[in-house]
């Protein structure tokens, strides 16, 4: 079953260039993917150079890695829940910086308790609305450096389509990427784009990248991605913009953190009726 939440703010809150217009149908959405650290003076420091990027080239949106501002809980094998509260309450004061960033839209991942369990939250937020709750991460590993299995209850099976201005999308939150079973589903729905908050190795991020791909030329939509970035290589950084046919528009690095352009939400209208969505789509 798909859902769809709208989170459309009010036209002035969208951000563009002088000739990048919102309101015009078939224009443009400009989207900013980036690479953050989460140690705190690093983070204070790659905060306010975001805030000045995204400002600057009038970001539309702007998307987060997972667990953008928090330690990564995950790599501690028992759950503690003093650090989880002390983890979520962090995230909550930086949530509250989120229109520093002077866009219309963020989306991201976070930590959430709900009704005693601990999830690893989607979240979008507006100007006019707030923080919105998406879908929370599914799937889950359980290994040594990633014991997300112990701090996280399974959140929602379901992958629906979300909507955040003119931008439809759909929540893979990182190793959720690997579901390729929702790039089929996500073509049906018509989305503009999967948007993927990362938490992923350096030594992994040609895997990561390739699989990016494979997910914007099978779904027929763009495959956006930010990262955290650690110095040991813990995280990798690397964010990404991909197109419908598996170009790489963007990539983020440790010299350009951020990373801002126009997509053409008409590269994916009718994407059902190309190579190769319409070999799977009888409809098409």
């Known amino acids: 079953m798909a859902t769809s939440i709208d989170l459309q703010t009010n036209s002035a809150q969208a951000c563009g260039c002088a000739d990048f217009d919102v309101d015009t149908e078939g224009s443009p959405v400009r989207i900013t993917v980036c690479e953050l650290p989460h140690q705190r003076e690093e983070l204070a420091r790659s905060w306010d150079a975001l805030c000045e990027h995204a400002s600057h080239h009038r970001s539309e949106l702007v998307l987060l890695p997972e667990f953008a501002f928090v330690e990564p809980v995950w790599e501690s094998e028992h759950f503690d829940p003093l650090r989880w509260a002390a ?3 962090m995230c909550d004061k930086w949530l ?7 866009a219309a839209h963020v989306v991201g991942a976070r930590p959430a308790t709900t009704n005693g369990q601990q999830y690893n939250e989607g979240f979008a937020w507006s100007a006019d609305r707030g923080v919105v709750p998406l879908r929370r991460k599914y799937f889950l590993p359980n290994e040594p450096g990633g014991w ?7 959140g929602d099976a379901e992958f629906p389509r979300f909507t955040a201005g003119r931008l439809s999308f759909g929540l893979n939150i990182c190793t959720e990427l690997w579901a390729l079973e929702t790039y089929a589903a996500y073509a049906s729905l018509g989305i503009n784009a999967i948007l993927c908050p990362r ?4 030594a992994t991020t040609n895997k990561w990248l390739s699989l990016g791909t494979v997910a914007a030329v099978r779904s027929g939509a763009f495959c956006l991605s930010s990262n955290r970035v650690n110095s040991d290589g813990s995280c990798g950084g690397v964010g990404w913009i991909i197109s419908p046919d598996g170009e790489l528009l963007a990539r983020t690095s440790a010299q350009t953190p951020f990373r801002t352009i126009d997509i053409d939400l008409e590269a994916t209208t009718g994407a059902l009726r190309t190579y190769p969505r319409y070999v799977f789509h009888a409809d098409a």
């Open 87 to 89: 983890t979520e309450n």
């Open 96 to 102: 509250r910086r989120l229109p520093e960033l002077h």
């Open 148 to 154: 997300e299995g112990r701090w996280f209850a399974p």
């Open 199 to 202: 938490a992923t190795t350096a």
